[in-house]
């Protein structure tokens, strides 16, 4: 079984920054793609950023330029450094990774963590 927890999340003013981490445990053969996902307040969940390796990153047109993904293989982690911090990206942000277990390739999600922008 394998679990992501993220962390970081918080209140920040507009033009504030933050850094969301996800830490992936478990049964872990290995890792492919990660990413981060968010739903804002009466919104659909929406892709924010993906990688696959530090030179394979997916950006949402809102956040490039602000975010930035990044992963550590040897921790099995997932960052996401957010700056500009506007109060619509106020929402609760997901990690995602898909991960090889035992025997099979899952596709896998954290409890979420609510960032909160505003003045």
């Known amino acids: 079984q394998v679990q992501l927890v993220e962390s970081g999340g918080g209140l920040v003013q507009p033009g504030g920054s933050l850094r969301l981490s996800c830490a992936a445990s478990?049964?872990?053969?290995?890792?492919?793609?990660m990413g981060w996902y968010r739903r804002g307040p009466g919104k659909q969940r929406e892709l924010v950023a993906t990688i696959i390796t530090d030179k394979s990153t997916n950006y949402a047109d809102s956040v490039k330029g602000r975010f930035t993904i990044s992963r550590d293989n040897a921790k099995n982690m997932v960052y996401l450094q957010m700056n500009s911090l506007k109060p619509e990206d106020t929402a609760v942000y997901y990690c995602?990774?898909?991960?090889?277990?035992?025997?099979?390739?899952?596709?896998?999600w954290g409890q979420g963590t609510q960032v909160t922008v505003s003045s």
């Open positions: 995602n990774a898909g991960i090889y277990t035992r025997d099979r390739w899952t596709n896998n």
């Open positions: 478990g049964s872990i053969v290995s890792i492919g793609a």
